[in-house]
């Protein structure tokens, strides 16, 4: 059986991961090495488990999250695509069933917003995770005189916290924003797609979505 430590631990994964990253970087992108994939990662699997899932189920989102950026190293146009063949691949090498491997590619294969969709609960606890993480630290460029919308949102975020309730059936994204730094009709410019998705995906569990920025709700 191929557990999320198996995966965490691989060195060939990580180097992808790192590689991809590479190329981002070259892109003027924010941050997609470890950091934001172990948080994808842990969210994801969190979201299961307080959903109630399996414990094998809460493994194959974790290792989802792990990988669902390979796809970067190749190209960032389909990098879902590209890193759910990669991940196809490796997986297939490690001997993981079909019918695992099919559930974690077609999350990884669905998590970009232009072609995504929860397709199963892989997929929609990756969607959430990964769109929900916004923070300052995933910023390259501290420079504030030269940002674009992109890094002057993210670095205004403060604080970022995605939780869920299993009495009200709802997620919420907490956000802390520093108006001074970017306004908040700046992070739904850059962001209002992700967070359709995001409640697309809140959707599949019966769920509702809410955005909370500065203690108000704003979607």
């Not at 990884?108 to 232009?114: A, F, K, L, M, Y």
Request: aromatic content about 8%; glycine content about 4%.
């Amino acid at each position: 059986m191929v557990t999320y430590d198996q995966i965490k631990n691989d060195k060939d994964i990580k180097t992808y991961i790192m590689m991809a990253d590479q190329t981002l970087s070259a892109l003027g992108f924010t941050e997609h090495s470890l950091p934001h994939v172990t948080r994808a990662a842990d969210v994801a699997g969190r979201i299961l488990t307080k959903l109630g899932y399996d414990k094998r189920t809460v493994e194959l989102a974790k290792i989802a999250g792990y990988m669902h950026d390979i796809g970067n190293t190749v190209n960032r146009v389909d990098h879902a695509q590209s890193g759910a063949i990669m991940a196809f691949r490796i997986l297939t090498n490690m001997d993981m069933p079909a019918a695992e491997i099919s559930r974690i590619v077609s999350a990884i294969g669905n998590h970009d917003e232009g072609t995504a969709f929860p397709v199963n609960e892989l997929a929609a606890a990756l969607i959430l995770a990964d769109k929900s993480d916004v923070r300052r630290s995933r910023v390259r460029n501290k420079d504030k005189n030269t940002f674009d919308i992109h890094g002057r949102v993210n670095y205004a975020v403060e604080k970022s916290k995605l939780t869920l309730s299993t009495k009200t059936k709802k997620f919420i994204l907490h956000l802390t924003i520093d108006e001074s730094i970017s306004h908040i009709s700046e992070y739904f410019e850059i962001f209002l797609n992700r967070m359709l998705l995001c409640r697309k995906a809140a959707d599949y569990f019966g769920y509702t979505f809410e955005v909370n920025i500065n203690h108000l709700r704003v979607m």
